[in-house]
């Protein structure tokens, strides 16, 4: 069985990319569109989010008793990588670029600490390699508990919002505010903690890029406030084959921001890589 749903599309270069917090695979449709004539494009939806359940299984509700436990006791991205390389095993793809964005950024580190021959190149968008400090932390396990008790309709959307969209996007394209939006809107409350703390308990990964010896693009928004321009650069620094690409108008998602100017910067690099 499938561990996680995801979308595929396009043919070529097998390029799985792994979505933000918190929303879905779907916030890269508008960069899909523009890659799928020259990629194929591998995107799950990650383990809770989306149409991907907590238990590992495919269709929400499914209880598989082997991993349930697991996922309850211990969020991790090292669990939601797991689900990525059982993913890469049953589409039969012994190696792939590997692309994240932000969270997503957090599980391709943690595939490549785990199983580094299956990554041909390595994407990175809008992340960070060090781990959270102690406030960050807290923050996402308040965030946590609140999902449980509350729920996240409202208020989830509402406090991420301005962070996550640049001030131009938010200014100048009222449609990705409220596309957005109605993505945050569809994440269910359980996903949401366990994503939470799963990267609330993420280890520094500094070590883990800096071993990596593959070509690698980073990418950040111009606007990002939450992994700034000076994060992206202190990346592209460790990896040792690293390129950084600013992304002129975008915040956190260039993908939902600025897909032009995105695919305009990954399609030459993925022209270049052997795979």
Not at 202 to 218: I, K, N, Q, W, Y
Request: include cysteine.
């Amino acid at each position: 069985m499938v561990p996680v749903h995801y979308i595929e599309s396009g043919a070529g270069t097998p390029l799985v990319l792994l979505h933000a917090f918190p929303v879905d695979a779907r916030m890269w449709n508008p960069l899909r569109g523009r890659l799928e004539e020259q990629v194929r494009i591998i995107a799950p939806d990650q383990r809770g989010l989306g149409e991907s359940s907590l238990d590992g299984s495919t269709a929400r509700g499914m209880l598989d008793p082997k991993t349930a436990p697991l996922t309850a006791d211990r969020p991790s991205v090292d669990v939601a990588a797991a689900d990525i390389l059982e993913l890469l095993d049953q589409l039969e793809l012994p190696r792939v670029v590997l692309g994240g964005c932000s969270m997503g950024g957090y599980v391709a580190t943690a595939v490549l600490r785990a199983a580094p021959q299956r990554v041909a190149g390595l994407l990175m968008v809008d992340t960070k390699a060090p781990a959270d400090t102690d406030e960050q932390r807290a923050n996402r396990l308040g965030v946590a508990t609140r999902a449980e008790q509350e729920g996240t309709s409202g208020w989830l959307a509402d406090t991420m919002l301005p962070n996550l969209l640049g001030e131009s996007t938010r200014r100048q394209r009222p449609e990705v505010v409220e596309e957005l939006r109605a993505l945050i809107e569809a994440q269910p409350a359980d996903g949401v903690a366990w994503a939470q703390r799963a990267m609330a308990a993420r280890p520094d990964s500094v070590e883990t890029l800096r071993a990596f010896s593959g070509p690698s693009m980073v990418v950040v928004g111009a606007e990002d406030t939450i992994t700034p321009p000076s994060a992206a650069r202190e990346m592209a620094e460790v990896l040792p084959r690293g390129e950084l690409v600013e992304m002129a108008g975008s915040g956190h998602l260039p993908s939902l921001e600025v897909p032009d100017a995105l695919a305009d910067a990954v399609l030459p690099w993925l022209a270049s890589l052997d795979v």
